[in-house]
């Protein structure tokens, strides 16, 4: 009947040569998810499922793990590797989020994983595609005469053409927000999202990548690593990395510095301090630091730093020219340095805690206070209230009295 009703509206604004109203709220969440299993059905037909459980289950974990915190519960999330060698991801409405297996070959890590998924939860949650077909009645209604709104294809149509248009530059810059909050909410590297924008800048800059999905009209991309490092200053993600010109990143906390110099393979110096500055952020989320939970795992040629079963960092022969024998000695070293910032990442968090134990006890004070004052404003308001009924009885009496007095006279009388 909507539907009917929808057409004729279109058929009258054809007529009159007026463009139609914008209908928000006009796609049902049921018609969203239809639309949304329609076109997943499509992709997985187009490209296949890639046939490894391990590997559906694990993008999946991190999948729901994001969808839980992401504030829109009403649909069921579903994540899914198609089987193409392209870097991108999907997201259709309704949910149904799909990654390329590209991806994973290219972003190997949870933590990246995490970056790339956080953003597409974030075009769902905000409803970006039903919202932009909304928008663009005129289109939208087009195809849906022009199917003659058979089992609702024409939203079907409409919700490929746009997902493969791809979404505004505010819709990129919703979905950044929301993926980086959502990343870490869920508890991942903070700095998920911003080593996964600045990889996703590196493909485009060697030409590759398509041209919808990952990469359509995202936001400039030096203007998109900006915006994300500003949040992760809003949220005062500590510690903080900081590039120089001569490429060593500086990870920083307070007085305390640890640097990074070494690319490793496309692994830029870079990436690895957002990887390890990120981590320690996730370590100290668990309860002040223990020295004693950092440990090296010696491989010889590389070695793994831990703190407890936080991966932090890989040191490998490279990184210790000139500086130690070889990776196991300098990972040794590096966890030295690192132990020395578990005493000022204590303060810090010691500090940052008191000075929220602060601010919640003078917003419980301002509340015991406006509610004292209620109560004070309400106890003189029954007071008020009392001495009114006094004086009226008061006067009352004082009346019949008055009034048997009288009649007393009368009767002398
Ligand atoms: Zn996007």
């Known amino acids: 009947m909507k539907k009917i009703l929808v057409a004729f509206i279109f058929a009258l604004c054809v007529v009159f040569g007026i463009t139609p109203p914008t209908q928000a709220g006009m796609i049902s ?8 299993r329609e076109t997943a059905n499509y992709l997985e037909a187009q490209y296949g499922v890639v046939q490894d459980y391990a590997l559906q289950e694990r993008i999946n974990n991190i999948g729901q793990r994001l969808a839980a915190v992401c504030g829109r519960n009403e649909i069921t999330y579903s994540f899914k590797v198609l089987n193409s060698n392209e870097v991108n991801a999907l997201a259709c409405p309704g949910g149904f989020i799909y990654v390329f297996k590209g991806l994973i070959d290219y972003m190997p890590s949870d933590t990246e994983l995490a970056g790339v998924i956080g953003h597409e939860v974030g075009h769902v949650a905000q409803k970006h595609t039903v919202n932009s077909i909304e928008k663009q009645m005129w289109t939208t209604l087009a195809l849906i005469v022009a ?13 490929q053409q746009a997902l493969f248009a791809g979404y505004s530059r505010t819709d990129e810059r ?7 909050y959502n990343t870490v909410k869920a508890g991942y590297n ?8 600045s990889k996703l800048e590196d493909l485009a800059a060697q030409g590759g990548g398509a041209n919808y999905g990952l990469f359509s009209s995202h936001p400039e991309p030096e203007e998109r690593v900006k915006r994300i490092n500003k949040y992760l200053k809003e949220y005062d993600i500590t ?16 007085d305390w510095t640890f640097n990074i110099g070494q690319d490793i393979g496309s692994t830029k110096a870079e990436y690895r301090a957002y990887m390890l500055a990120g981590s320690l952020w996730v370590a100290r ?13 010696d491989n010889g040629s590389y070695a793994h730093i831990y703190y407890d079963d936080i991966q932090l960092l890989t040191v490998y022969n490279q990184d210790a020219v000139g500086i130690a024998p070889d990776a196991g ?13 578990a005493p000022i990442a204590n303060y810090n968090d010691k500090l940052k805690k008191d000075a929220a134990f602060a601010e919640e006890q003078k917003r419980l004070a301002e509340e015991q206070k406006k509610l004292e ?13 009392l001495e009114k009924e006094r004086k009226a009885k008061e006067k009352a009496e004082k009346k019949a009295r008055e009034k048997a007095e009288k009649e007393a006279k009368k009767k002398i009388v």
Do not use: H
């Not at 989320?285 to 795992?297: A, S, T």
């Open 29 to 36: 969440l049921e018609q969203e998810i239809e639309m949304g």
């Open 147 to 159: 199917t003659g709104g058979r089992g609702g294809m024409g939203l079907i149509g409409a919700a």
């Open 174 to 180: 919703g979905a950044d927000k929301e993926g980086f």
């Open 190 to 197: 903070p700095y998920a999202m911003l080593i996964t924008a």
């Open 239 to 254: 510690p903080m990395v900081v590039l120089n010109e001569n490429g060593v990143a500086t990870i920083k906390e307070s």
């Open 285 to 297: 989320q668990r309860g002040p630091i223990n020295p004693d939970y950092f440990v090296v795992y």
């Open 329 to 341: 000695s300098y990972a040794a070293a590096c966890t030295r340095m690192l132990r020395e910032w």
């Open 373 to 385: 004052k209620e109560q004070a404003k309400k106890a003189k308001e029954e007071q008020k209230r």
